[in-house]
């Protein structure tokens, strides 16, 4: 077990590295930071010179593989990072310089124990992509098929396994210090972090997801995903289908190639729609860099790294709060919360419904464009406050992209009207999912089951585990001693807290020395 003092320095070490780029002024400016964590910050940025306008994104791409992962997650918290820093998050670039290519084919040949010349003909030596946990080649394979080959970092999982046992840690003192730092559930949010990251290091896992958003989007025209290589698939090297196209971010090569820009924005909306509420599994890492749009106006995604999963009825909630967003019926939006129990009973359905409607009204018949994502951001975080709501970590996922999915539609058309293009489709979905005969199945279907079951022991068991509302049983959290309850060791304090002073002084006086 990594000893607290090894965790302390580490976060005086990063912390040194937000204080260059002005990124500690709002933790220790904000009144529910938790006074240790002021301390601990002030020590950080001792002797150094803040910029006026902080750039969280470069602090994060300075300090590390771990930390671009896990800016990439705090991109989807403004309630927990801020408004400011969240926005400059999202701008965080995934990307690191390359390995050399000749520790990429040893990295191959190991993790097939074979030659690479018996799996490819050619590779490029220059990446055409070089991201915190992998880089991308463009390659042939010996049949002839050209294929990008994405292989992971060598020595990338011992890196991220070291930094966020150091995130679980402070992410544990922190929550243990109540107040807002508790609501806000750090611990869990950094679990969550650890799960997608654990997922995206098995590239396996990654080419299966590819796998299953391909059989659930074969109905939707305009969108596809890249056919796996399997044969060329490991859990340290995926190989897939190489893709031409343009970068959706690209608009000036998009309109000279006569792409309809509206379109493929509308596209994009319901796309990402689709698999949310249709299919329930969706391409989590929508960013621009991960769309492509070929000569014949499909958008083809790459990049299966991060997927999200919304079970059934938390479908048909997410559907009926869309609904009753765009169509004022914020009454109902209202008792879904309720019913989810991601509002405490305690609080009035009445008073939540007009706390709503304060901040949709202004919202609806806009084009996005006209909106202030802003003032819209402060409104909602000001209710969940307000109401007592609690972080939904399996919600995070579903935010995050839907913040990627709404800028690059703007991108492509600034008069987009979310709610517009919204609206029938998640109409349609409710008419045909929670419709009459849809209602009725569901109800033929569940008494049938009930009925084969032992009433009494039906009885029992809802009496024992009564229902849940719409947040799934949250992962198992490691069990991480707290210092100030380590009895045995409370001799240690004064080294902790030399610890501190010692690195706090160490990075003082090398940045002073690197001043000279």
């Known amino acids: 077990m990594t000893r607290p003092a090894t965790h302390i320095l580490r976060l005086l070490r990063w912390g040194r590295s937000l204080a260059r780029h002005g990124a500690l002024r709002g933790i220790e400016n904000d009144p529910n930071t938790p006074s240790p964590v002021v301390r601990l910050a002030r020590i950080a940025r001792l002797g150094a010179m803040q910029p006026r306008v902080p750039d969280y994104a470069a602090a994060f791409q300075e300090i590390g593989p771990a930390a671009i992962k896990l800016g990439q997650s705090l991109a989807t918290r403004p309630d927990l990072v801020g408004e400011e820093a969240a926005h400059n998050l999202l701008t965080l670039q995934d990307s690191l310089p390359p390995v050399p290519f000749a520790d990429i084919e040893r990295e191959i040949a190991r993790s097939f124990d074979a030659p690479v010349a018996t799996l490819f003909s050619e590779i490029d030596p220059v990446p055409v992509g070089s991201a915190s946990i992998a880089q991308v080649h463009r390659a042939v394979t010996i049949e002839g098929r050209t294929v990008a080959v994405k292989v992971q970092r060598p020595g990338i999982r011992e890196k991220l396994a070291r930094d966020i ?19 806000l559930r750090p611990r869990l949010t950094i679990a969550n972090f650890k799960r997608w990251t654990n997922r995206e290091l098995d590239l396996r896992r990654e080419a299966a997801s590819a796998s299953e958003l391909a059989d659930a989007m074969k109905g939707f025209d305009g969108y596809c995903i890249p056919s796996v290589d399997w044969d060329r698939t490991n859990g340290r090297v995926m190989t897939i289908e190489w893709i031409d196209g343009i970068k959706i971010s690209d608009r000036e090569a998009l309109v000279a190639a006569g792409h309809d820009l509206p379109a493929l924005a509308r596209r994009l909306v319901l796309a990402f729609l689709s698999q949310a509420i249709t299919a329930g599994f969706f391409h989590a890492d929508m960013h621009q860099g991960n769309l492509f749009v070929r000569a014949d106006g499909t958008i083809v995604a790459i990049d299966f790294g991060i997927m999200g999963r919304i079970d059934r009825r938390a479908r048909q909630w997410l559907a009926e709060i869309l609904y009753g967003l765009t169509t004022g019926n914020y009454r109902r939006v209202a008792e879904i919360h309720f019913e989810a129990q991601y509002v405490p009973a305690y609080h009035s359905v009445d008073e939540f419904a ?32 307000d109401f007592d709501m609690a972080t939904q970590p399996h919600l995070l996922l579903l935010q995050k992209t839907m913040v990627m999915v709404e800028g690059l539609a703007t991108s ?70 707290l210092m100030w309850e380590r009895r045995t060791e409370r001799s240690r304090w004064p080294g902790y807290v030399l610890a501190a002073a010692l690195g706090g002084a160490a990075v003082g006086l090398a940045a002073l020395a690197g001043a000279v």
């Open 165 to 183: 046992a150091t995130y679980e840690w402070a992410a544990a003192h922190l929550e243990a210090m109540g107040g807002e730092a508790s609501r």
């Open 412 to 481: 492509l058309d600034p008069t987009i009207n979310m709610w517009d293009v919204s609206a029938p489709f998640v109409r349609a979905w409710i008419r045909d999912e929670l419709g009459p005969e849809a209602a009725l199945a569901d109800r033929i279907r569940t008494d049938v089951e009930t009925l084969l079951r032992v009433p009494d022991l039906v009885r029992r068991i809802e009496e024992r585990y009564p229902p849940r509302g719409g947040a799934p049983e949250p992962p198992p959290l490691p069990d991480i001693p």
């Open 354 to 385: 007009t706390a709503l409607r304060a901040v949709g009204e202004p919202m609806r018949g806009k084009p996005v464009s006209e909106l202030s994502v802003g003032q819209m951001l402060d409104g909602l975080f000001a209710i969940t406050r």
